[in-house]
């Protein structure tokens, strides 16, 4: 299996969870202004699983699998509305 930290957060941006932490480690931004690094969109649909990471690099400690799970979640999500159209 490949890391976690490999797999992409934001479909918009391209970029994996280690990129993100890269990203939001390096900006004193707050959250808006910082995902707008990662996501390179002013969409929502990755906002769950970024928003966590973000709160969890402010707090000192990532939690690879919940991220990991989030985004699991959001391309469940993606499907399924894929699938009533």
């Given at each position: 299996?490949?890391d976690i ?14 990129e ?5 480690n ?5 959250y808006k202004?910082a ?7 002013n969409?929502?649909?990755?906002r769950r ?7 969890m690099i402010?707090?000192?400690e990532?939690?690879y699998e919940?991220i990991?799970f ?5 391309k469940?999500?993606?499907?399924e ?5």
């Amino acid at each position: 299996m490949a890391d976690i930290g490999d797999k992409i957060i934001c479909d918009c941006g391209q970029k994996t969870i280690n990129e993100a932490i890269m990203i939001f480690n390096q900006s004193d931004l707050p959250y808006k202004k910082a995902k707008k690094l990662v996501t390179e969109c002013n969409k929502t649909c990755c906002r769950r699983p970024l928003v966590r990471l973000f709160d969890m690099i402010k707090f000192g400690e990532i939690d690879y699998e919940e991220i990991d799970f989030l985004i699991e979640q959001r391309k469940l999500k993606d499907m399924e509305m894929e699938n009533e159209e």
